[in-house]
């Protein structure tokens, strides 16, 4: 049955009672697509680029298949120390830009800024 399912939605977005449910026929869904599912959901995207991003509150690890420019979006102000050299790449800050080469891994530790003094009691 040539051209069967031709005519069928490939994507389907339906608002339910509290939640969005998301249909895709596509066995591959572009990464572009899925970051703005994931921040139409409320999850924090540090990098729009097509990066593998591994991150916790206190380290971020990012690998950067092709070269360039990167913003990064951090979750909180923090400063952020590149762990294998212990230079400071940026202080004090909510996000920051990464000049990469192709294929390049990085690793920094993010020390918050912003911590208050009943957070501070509490250590």
């Not at 869904?29 to 921040?39: E, F, K, W």
């Not at 999850?43 to 990167?70: E, K, M, W």
């Not at 590149?82 to 940026?90: F, I, M």
Request: glycine share 8%; charged share 20%.
């Amino acid at each position: 049955m040539l051209g069967a399912g031709i005519d069928k939605p490939g994507l389907v977005v339906k608002q339910q009672d509290g939640w969005t449910s998301i249909y895709s026929a596509a066995p591959i869904v572009p990464s572009a697509l899925l970051r703005g599912i994931a921040r139409q959901a409320g999850v924090h995207i540090y990098s729009d680029a097509d990066d593998v991003v591994c991150a916790n509150r206190h380290f971020l690890c990012l690998y950067a298949p092709q070269g360039g420019t990167r913003t990064v979006h951090l979750p909180q102000r923090a400063t952020v120390i590149d762990v294998l050299t212990g230079a400071v790449v940026a202080e004090d800050v909510s996000e920051f830009r990464l000049e990469l080469p192709e294929h390049t891994t990085v690793l920094y530790q993010l020390r918050p800024t912003n911590i208050g003094a009943e957070t501070l009691a509490s250590r």
